[in-house]
C-alpha cells in the first residue's frame, strides 16, 4: 500500500462484494490467505471501510453534540488475523472522526458490557462497540459484531453498514488512507476492560452466595477455553471466589486451535472438557467457544450439560426464580425439553426460529406485549437473560450455573455438582438424535433460473401437502420456521438455511427404527427435487 499520495480513487484495491460478507446480524469473511479457494476478502482497506461506515452509521443514531467525539470500544478474540484487523479498525473509526478505545484480547460479551458500564477510569460507558471475532470457525477466518448499549445490530442494521462501507471503499485515496493513519495515533487510547468485566461478575457470585468472600472454596472446576479468549475466567473469576482450576486446558490465546475447536457443540470438544474432569476428579468442568458467548458444563459423573441438557438446566434456574416464565427456544429443541419446561417445570415453552439474535428479539417482544419472558437461548449454547440487559454471554449463563452452587452450599446443602443433575431429572432425552444436511446445487437446470430461496420454499411446500395427506404424520400447531412434524414417536423438522443453499434435516425418536421411518416420510416427499442432494439423508436410512 505504498502508492504515491493523490486525491483520486486508490486503483490497487480490489473489487468486493461487500453483501455477501453478512452473517445475519454478523459479518463474517477470510482473513488470512492460504486455504484453497478460500481469497481474501476481509482485507485491511475492507475492514477500515467497514468500521467507518459503522461509525457513520451510528454518528447518525447517536445524534450528539458534535463538539464531544463519539466513543468506540474494539476488541478481538484469539485469531491470528486480530491485530492487524484492530489496527484497520481503529483506522477506520478515528477517520469518521471518533475515539477508539482498544481492549486487545476480550471476550464479545465484554465488548457489549462496556456500552453500559459507568467508570470513567475505564473510559466507560462508549457510544458503541466492535468484537472482531468469527466465533467457533476455522483459523482463517475473522468477522465482526457490533454493539450500541441497546443490544447487538441486526440484519437490516449490518446491510446498512455494508452497503456504507462500498461507497467509502470506493471513494478511498492515498492521501484519505495516510490520513486516517495520523488521526488513528492522535485519537487511541488503551484500556485492560476485562478487568473491570470479570470483576462484575465475580461480584455477581458473591451477592448470590450472601455477599461470602470466597464462597466456591473447596469446589474444583477447569475450565477449557479451546485457545480462544475466554481463560480468563480461571484465573479472573474462579481463582477469587475461592474455587481450585488445577487442571485447567487450552487457557492460552492460540489462534490456530491447536487442540480442538472452541464450540461446545463440537463432540471432540466436549470429549476433551469431560476427560479434563474425570483425570482430575474435579466437581464441575466448564467450556467456553472462542469468543465466550456460548458456553456448556460437565457435571462431576461426566454429564454434559450442552444443547437440550444445558436449556432445561438454565430454565430450572430460572423458573426457581420466576415461576411460570416463559422460555424461548430455537427451532430444533426436542419435544422432550418442551414436556419438561412445561410439565415439570410449570413454564411455558416458546419455540421460535434458528439465529441467536431471532430468540433474543422474540424473547423481547413477548415481554413488550405482556407476555413475561426471562431467558431466549439456542441449542448451539447462546444464551441471553433479561436481568442481564439480554447479553447473549457465555460466561454469565455460567455465573448462573455457580450461583446455584454457591447459594446451595450457603444452605449447606453438599454434592459438588449434584444439585445441578438434579434441576434436569426428568428430561426425556431421544435415543437418536441427528441433524441432516440436504443441500441444494445452484447450477442444476432443475431450478430454471430460479434462486436457492425459492426452490427450498417450494421443497417444504410440497412436504407439508405429503405430510397432511398421511394419517400417522401431524404437523405441528404451532411453527415458526420449516416443516415441522411429529409421528412414530418423535419429531422431524426440514428448515431452510438463511444464508445457504441448503435444507438441515433435523429428525429426533426413541429408536433408530423410527427415525428411520420419519426419515423415510421425507425422502419420499422430495424425491422429485432433482437439485437437491438427499446423499446425507440415504446414507442414514442405508444404515438400518
Known amino acids: 500500500m505504498a502508492a504515491a499520495s493523490s486525491t483520486t480513487a486508490v486503483p490497487y484495491l480490489d473489487k468486493v462484494d461487500f453483501m455477501k460478507l453478512q452473517n445475519g446480524s454478523d459479518i463474517r469473511g477470510v482473513a488470512v490467505p492460504g486455504v484453497e479457494g478460500e481469497p481474501v476478502t476481509l482485507t485491511e482497506p475492507v475492514t477500515e471501510a467497514i468500521a467507518a461506515a459503522f461509525s457513520a452509521w451510528l454518528s447518525e443514531k447517536k445524534k450528539v453534540d458534535a463538539s464531544k467525539p463519539l466513543k468506540v470500544s474494539v476488541g478481538h478474540d484469539s485469531r491470528i488475523s486480530a491485530q492487524v484487523l484492530q489496527d484497520a479498525v481503529t483506522r477506520g473509526v478515528a477517520s469518521a472522526g471518533l475515539d477508539v478505545v482498544q481492549y486487545g484480547l476480550a471476550s464479545t460479551p465484554a465488548m457489549f458490557n462496556s456500552t453500559l458500564t459507568e467508570d470513567e477510569a475505564f473510559l466507560c460507558p462508549v457510544d458503541g462497540a466492535i468484537m472482531i471475532t468469527a466465533s467457533h470457525l476455522p483459523y482463517n477466518r475473522n468477522g465482526f459484531k457490533f454493539f450500541t448499549n441497546a443490544g447487538g445490530l441486526g440484519k437490516a442494521d449490518i446491510k446498512n453498514i455494508l452497503e456504507r462501507a462500498v461507497d467509502i471503499y470506493n471513494s478511498f485515496t492515498d492521501e484519505g488512507l495516510m490520513k486516517s493513519k495520523r488521526k488513528a495515533s492522535e485519537s487511541l487510547k488503551r484500556v485492560d476492560y476485562m478487568t473491570a468485566y470479570t470483576s462484575d461478575l465475580v461480584k455477581a457470585v458473591r451477592k448470590a452466595a450472601g455477599n461470602i468472600e470466597k464462597p466456591l472454596e473447596g469446589f474444583h472446576i477447569v475450565v477449557d477455553a479451546g485457545n480462544g479468549a475466554g481463560g480468563f475466567f480461571a484465573e479472573k473469576v474462579l481463582q477469587p471466589l475461592g474455587a481450585i482450576t488445577s487442571g485447567s486446558q487450552f487457557l492460552e490465546p492460540d489462534g490456530m486451535f491447536p487442540n480442538h475447536i472452541p464450540n461446545p457443540e463440537d463432540k471432540t470438544a466436549m470429549k476433551a472438557i469431560t476427560q479434563a474432569v474425570l483425570e482430575n476428579k474435579a466437581d464441575l468442568g466448564i467450556i467456553f467457544d472462542t469468543d465466550v458467548d456460548r458456553s456448556a458444563v460437565v457435571d462431576s459423573t461426566a454429564r454434559a450439560f450442552n444443547r437440550n441438557r444445558l436449556i432445561a438446566l438454565m430454565s430450572a434456574i430460572v423458573l426457581e426464580e420466576h415461576p411460570g416464565t416463559t422460555i424461548v427456544t430455537d427451532s430444533v429443541t426436542s419435544d422432550g425439553l418442551t414436556t419438561f419446561i412445561e410439565n415439570k417445570l410449570g413454564g411455558k415453552h416458546h419455540r421460535f426460529k434458528r439465529g441467536y439474535k431471532n430468540v433474543i428479539d422474540e424473547a423481547v417482544r413477548l415481554n413488550s406485549v405482556g407476555e413475561e419472558s426471562h431467558l431466549a437461548i439456542e441449542t ?111 419429531w422431524f423438522l426440514l428448515r431452510l438455511s438463511l444464508h445457504d443453499p441448503v435444507l438441515p434435516l433435523n429428525i429426533e425418536a426413541s429408536s433408530h427404527e423410527d427415525a428411520v421411518k420419519l426419515g423415510l416420510a421425507v425422502a419420499s416427499a422430495v424425491e422429485k427435487f432433482l437439485a437437491l442432494d438427499t446423499s446425507a439423508l440415504d446414507k442414514f436410512l442405508q444404515t438400518s
Open 380 to 490: 448451539s449454547g447462546h444464551g441471553a437473560l433479561k436481568e442481564n440487559h439480554w447479553l447473549d454471554d457465555g460466561a454469565y449463563l455460567m455465573v448462573k450455573v455457580l450461583n446455584k452452587l454457591a447459594s446451595a452450599r450457603a444452605s449447606g446443602i453438599a454434592g459438588g455438582s449434584k444439585v445441578l443433575t438434579d434441576l434436569v431429572e426428568g428430561l426425556q432425552e431421544p435415543r437418536v438424535a441427528v441433524e441432516l444436511r440436504l443441500k441444494i446445487d445452484q447450477n442444476h437446470p432443475d431450478l430454471k433460473g430460479g434462486s436457492f430461496q425459492e426452490y427450498g420454499e417450494a421443497v417444504l411446500k410440497l412436504l407439508e401437502n405429503h405430510v397432511e395427506s398421511d394419517p400417522k404424520l401431524q404437523k405441528a400447531p404451532v411453527n415458526y420456521e420449516g416443516v415441522r412434524v411429529s409421528g412414530f414417536g418423535g
